[in-house]
């Protein structure tokens, strides 16, 4: 019998996470400041978690088909726009999922930080 796999905890770090802003292409409000700690990544590659926080603005996002999030605010507020107009508000204490195919904005109204976990598939 094969041992099983042991289960991963995941923690704060007070180390300095990656820093990002929007592709210029893509801001719709401002050039917000991100950084990502990366706390797990499984060996596939094929799932990814963390934590994310970003400042206010807005910026058009694009999930190719097979790649979701999950995700849920810590702190903040944020509103996902899709293609036909309409939004969805996820403040803290909600989470949502983001389906692979999404395309649509992302618009941190508030300061945000939350987790995140992202996994891939094939389409």
């Known amino acids: 019998m094969m041992p099983s796999p042991s289960i991963v905890k995941i923690e704060p770090t007070s180390d300095a996470g990656v820093v990002d802003h929007p592709r210029e292409d893509r801001r719709e409000r401002g050039c917000p400041r991100r950084e990502t700690w990366t706390l797990y990544e499984s060996a596939d590659g094929l799932m990814t978690c963390g934590i994310w926080q970003c400042e206010v603005g807005r910026w058009r996002i694009m999930f190719p088909p097979g790649k979701?999030?999950?995700?849920?605010?810590?702190?903040?507020?944020?509103?996902?726009?899709?293609?036909?107009?309409?939004?969805?508000?996820?403040?803290?204490?909600?989470?949502?999922?983001?389906?692979?195919?999404?395309?649509?904005?992302?618009?941190?109204?508030?300061?945000?930080?939350?987790?995140?976990?992202?996994?891939?598939r094939a389409a």
Do not use: C, N
């Not at 389906?99 to 992302?106: A, E, Q, R, T, V």
């Open 68 to 120: 979701d999030e999950y995700f849920f605010v810590l702190q903040g507020h944020v509103r996902l726009h899709d293609q036909l107009g309409q939004w969805t508000d996820v403040k803290a204490g909600e989470g949502a999922v983001i389906p692979g195919g999404f395309m649509g904005s992302f618009e941190v109204v508030e300061p945000v930080r939350k987790h995140f976990v992202v996994t891939e």
